[in-house]
């Protein structure tokens, strides 16, 4: 398995209290990616990053920011958590220095829920 | 934007039976990618087809790409316990897009 790390593996927080996942790579893969996965949906993108301070939004966005200050540490904020924002959030990351579009491998991922 | 469209949702098969995925798009595809993911696991990436037509061989595992490059299968030859698990087709959103589009997958029950 690829060196992906993310924390907390499980969380319970309630409705309305900010929320911070991490998610650390030690393989400097230059893609980051933050998807959320819930029954009859599959995986979802949240938002991804292409580099340092660099990202973009994915499908379903709204109701979560990121940040990545470093290279290793790609961070999923949930400013104010929803019970609709209950599920399993997954990080993954890519190498897609080349430009090829690259095999994307999984961390581990968060169960949160949201009461 | 990009979808994939993945039938069955679910199956169950008898230990020994054969299995089939099917991934179809509206849109002709770069390449398509197949995950596993096992109960309680996070997605683990199978295989990368590119080329129209190509079928790729894992085991007891068949990949295959078609022609039009607008739909793809999964097949496995004698299914095992060891086979559960949900299998997700997924393909990047035109050319140039670092953004992978999966299909809701299809879930795999093995009974022994």
């Known amino acids: 398995d690829a060196g992906i790390t993310q924390s907390p593996r499980h969380k319970v927080t309630e409705t309305g209290t900010p929320v911070t996942l991490r998610c650390h790579q030690t393989e400097n893969h230059r893609y980051m990616y933050w998807y959320r996965q819930d029954p009859g949906h599959g995986l979802r993108l949240i938002h991804y990053s292409y580099g340092v301070k660099d990202t973009d939004k994915g499908e379903v966005s709204d109701g979560y920011s990121v940040s990545r200050s470093k290279t290793e540490d790609f961070l999923l904020t949930l400013e104010s958590a929803t019970s609709s924002q209950t599920s399993v959030y997954f990080c993954?990351?890519?190498?897609?220095?080349?430009?090829?579009?690259?095999?994307?491998?999984f961390g581990p991922g968060t169960r949160l829920l949201v009461l | 934007g990009q979808q994939v469209m993945q039938i069955p949702q679910y199956q169950h098969v008898q230990e020994g039976e054969d299995f089939t995925t099917y991934c179809n798009s509206s849109t002709t595809l770069s390449n398509i990618q197949w995950y596993k993911q096992r109960p309680g696991g996070h997605p683990v990436f199978l295989i990368q087809?590119?080329?129209?037509?190509e079928v790729k061989k894992q085991k007891r595992l068949t990949f295959q790409f078609g022609e039009a490059k607008k739909n793809s299968s999964l097949h496995i030859t004698a299914t095992q316990t060891t086979d559960v698990g949900t299998y997700f087709c997924?393909?990047?959103?035109?050319?140039?897009?670092?953004?992978?589009?999966f299909g809701k997958g299809t879930k795999l029950s093995v009974i022994p």
């Open positions: 087809l590119v080329k129209s037509g």
């Open positions: 997924a393909a990047y959103s035109g050319a140039g897009s670092y953004q992978l589009t």
């Open positions: 993954a990351i890519s190498d897609a220095w080349t430009g090829r579009q690259e095999t994307q491998y």
